[in-house]
């Protein structure tokens, strides 16, 4: 029978924990309840293993653990805190529910490592893997003012609202790439599929073309003498992207100056920098708000982003932060949001009021981050409609010139 782990208050309202055997969850809470005991927290002990077999779990461990996954044990986690249950446990308890096997395995070593009297952020910040540094700063900062439970709902929130922004900027900066990946695609295949079909079957007898139809014929012939080397440059064009994305030391410069062209790419620019912003906003927002210092808190954010040029500009806020500038003026040092956003930063901040500013400044951005890509998203619409036809249109009509000639 399966068993469950559970915590609950009994009629002193006392913590208690333990295991129990019961067909499922809701059976293993009836049968607290018959006990006189209220069970707050109840989880499947130990993890079901994969239904699907050897090969299942395999692809499990190779997947990399989502910011869902960790935002769904930070959820338990400050369910357990408050519920009572001590932080020497609740990674005990955590890892008999989590289902991916790396995130299992590092709260076990997580619960060995407090148990023996390790802070939970030291503990976690041994798995950079799993836990960023933003993430285990927030931890850091409740842990030392004793309010762990918090730790956990910002490390939440966190993984939410960054994991969001970042899809949204992935999306925004990947469909430029998608749009000429497929009118490639389209060209290609009008002009060695189409064309040289067309060629063979009905076109070799014909004694005068249209000069449609033989400017089609020349272009067919041309892109299969010259399809080598095209398929050549895309891939030496491909391994310079995979070069500037994942060997970025001696290439910063060169990958920075390409983050900036792509945000002011007339397609997606627009929206990822605005998703970037909304994000950079956010950020600083929770970690004000949890009490983290704002230089350390410009410097854990500048992690967070993903384009270079942007990463950049953050360092830069940080540097003028620590020289004991506003957060505002820094902006305008690097003409970074509009003049009265910036004032209100300055008047907030004086004001300590600075973390109230910053979520309202969030979601402002966060809501023009999402018009943005919905413009995005039917101007990229537009664009594939628009380039299909311009491909389809004149291969259709050579194609069928001869046949009504």
């Given at each position: 029978m ?10 002193r ?5 333990g ?21 707050e ?14 090969r ?60 023996e ?18 993430g ?17 709902r ?10 969001t922004?970042?899809a ?65 440059w ?5 391994g ?11 290439f910063a410069?060169?990958r920075?100056r390409?983050?900036?062209l792509?945000?002011r ?15 950079l906003a ?48 820094a ?62 249109l ?9 046949l009504?000639?």
């Amino acid at each position: 029978m399966p068993q469950f782990t559970w915590t609950g208050r009994d009629a002193r309202q006392d913590v208690r924990t333990g295991i129990i055997e019961a067909a499922s969850a809701r059976e293993a809470a009836l049968a607290l309840s018959s006990m006189d005991v209220q069970p707050e927290v109840i989880l499947p002990f130990p993890p079901q293993p994969a239904p699907a077999g050897q090969r299942a779990a395999w692809l499990q461990r190779r997947r990399r653990v989502r910011p869902a996954d960790v935002q769904e044990m930070a959820v338990q986690a400050r369910a357990l805190l408050r519920s009572g249950v001590a932080k020497e446990r609740i990674f005990t308890v955590l890892s008999s529910s989590a289902t991916h096997p790396e995130l299992a395995e590092a709260l076990q070593r997580m619960g060995a490592q407090v148990q023996e009297g390790t802070p939970l952020w030291e503990a976690m910040a041994d798995h950079p893997q799993i836990f960023d540094a933003f993430g285990i700063a927030l931890l850091r900062q409740a842990e030392a003012d004793d309010r762990a439970a918090d730790g956990f709902r910002h490390l939440e929130l966190h993984q939410d609202f960054t994991s969001t922004m970042r899809a949204r900027i992935v999306d925004a900066g990947s469909r430029p790439v998608e749009l000429a990946v497929m009118l490639a695609a389209a060209l290609a295949l009008g002009l060695l599929g189409l064309v040289p079909a067309a060629r063979a079957s009905f076109l070799a007898g014909t004694p005068q073309l249209p000069w449609l139809t033989q400017g089609l014929l020349d272009a067919s012939q041309s892109l299969t003498a010259w399809a080598p080397w095209l398929l050549l440059w895309a891939g030496a064009l491909s391994g310079v992207g995979l070069v500037l994305r994942f060997v970025p030391g001696p290439f910063a410069g060169l990958r920075r100056r390409w983050d900036g062209l792509r945000l002011r790419e007339p397609l997606s620019g627009t929206a990822m920098r605005l998703a970037a912003t909304a994000q950079l906003a956010g950020c600083l927002a929770l970690g004000q708000r949890a009490g983290l210092p704002l230089a350390q808190n410009l410097e854990l954010a500048a992690r967070l982003q993903d384009n270079e040029q942007l990463r950049a500009s953050t360092q830069v806020l940080e540097a003028l932060v620590r020289q004991g500038a506003s957060l505002g003026d820094a902006f305008g040092v690097e003409s970074w949001l509009g003049a009265q956003t910036r004032q209100r930063l300055h008047d907030a901040q004086a004001a300590g009021q600075l973390d109230e500013a910053l979520a309202d400044l969030t979601r402002v951005y966060r809501g023009l981050a999402e018009t943005a890509w919905e413009r995005l998203d039917r101007r990229y619409r537009l664009a594939m409609a628009a380039g299909t036809a311009a491909i389809a249109l004149p291969v259709a009509l050579g194609l069928l010139l001869p046949l009504f000639g």
